[in-house]
T-cell receptor, first 111, second 113 residues
Framework: GQQLNQSPQSMFIQEGEDVSMNCTSS?????WLWYKQEPGEGPVLLIA?????ELTSNGRLTAQFGITRKGSFLNISASIPSDVGIYFC???????????FGQGTRLTINP | AAGVIQSPRHLIKEKRETATLKCYPI?????VYWYQQGPGQDPQFLIS???????DKGSIPDRFSAQQFSDYHSELNMSSLELGDSALYFC????????????FGPGTRLLVL
């Protein structure tokens, strides 16, 4: 079935650093989304991408939909303590309603 | 703004028992999705409903069933519970069957003993 490969699995950074995480697949996806999840809570939508090549920002977050429709990246600039959490990419396969999630990137920030 | 409501938030059951999880979508949303998330895992899609009809199906065990009611709330029924069913169960909702506007609830944590 469709799988998303998300990297890195974990990141340990200093407050104020920039962060970059990546998601790739061997299959084409119609839509790419990035979610953030905190312990015991549901995923919260950060950015949604609908068109190949699309670059979208949400505050300090920037994400791009790969031109081949097989990947996406998320950048976080000037990280702050509240950025701590697990970030998931998710893709909507062609012709399906479901979302397929990546394995997640656990972000830890040292003050 | 109103969010997705799930109940109960926590549930403890014995093996072979049954459980019913409820989901109340954001007002005016007509599509609900169920996901299962094991410890340290990513959410796995189970099933979805659009306008009360099943719209997509994932890796949902035959022991599980779900439905969407006329007021758009949904229930996930789980029978013959197994230890491996212990997980977080999320419901998400969207408007018009469009997954990219999918909003997640806080989840139900199910523990099977």
């Amino acid at each position: 079935g469709q799988q998303l490969n998300q990297s890195p699995q974990s990141m340990f950074i200093q407050e104020g650093e920039d962060v970059s995480m990546n998601c790739t697949s061997s299959s084409i996806f119609n839509t790419w989304l990035w979610y953030k999840q905190e312990p015991g809570e549901g995923p919260v939508l950060l950015i949604a991408l609908y068109k190949a090549g699309e670059l979208t920002s949400n505050g300090r977050l920037t994400a791009q939909f790969g031109i081949t429709r097989k990947g996406s990246f998320l950048n976080i600039s000037a990280s702050i303590p509240s950025d701590v959490g697990i970030y998931f990419c998710a893709g909507q396969p062609w012709g399906a309603q479901k979302l397929v999630f990546g394995q997640g990137t656990r972000l830890t920030i040292n003050p | 703004a109103a969010g997705v409501i799930q109940s109960p938030r926590h549930l403890i059951k014995e093996k072979r028992e049954t459980a019913t999880l409820k989901c109340y979508p954001i007002p005016r949303h007509d599509t609900v999705y169920w996901y299962q998330q094991g410890p340290g895992q990513d959410p796995q899609f189970l099933i979805s409903f659009y306008e009360k009809m099943q719209s997509d199906k994932g890796s949902i065990p035959d022991r599980f069933s779900a439905q969407q009611f006329s007021d758009y709330h949904s229930e996930l029924n789980m029978s013959s519970l197994e230890l491996g069913d212990s997980a977080l169960y999320f419901c998400a909702s969207s408007l018009g069957g469009v997954p990219e506007t999918q909003y997640f609830g806080p989840g139900t944590r199910l523990l099977v003993l």
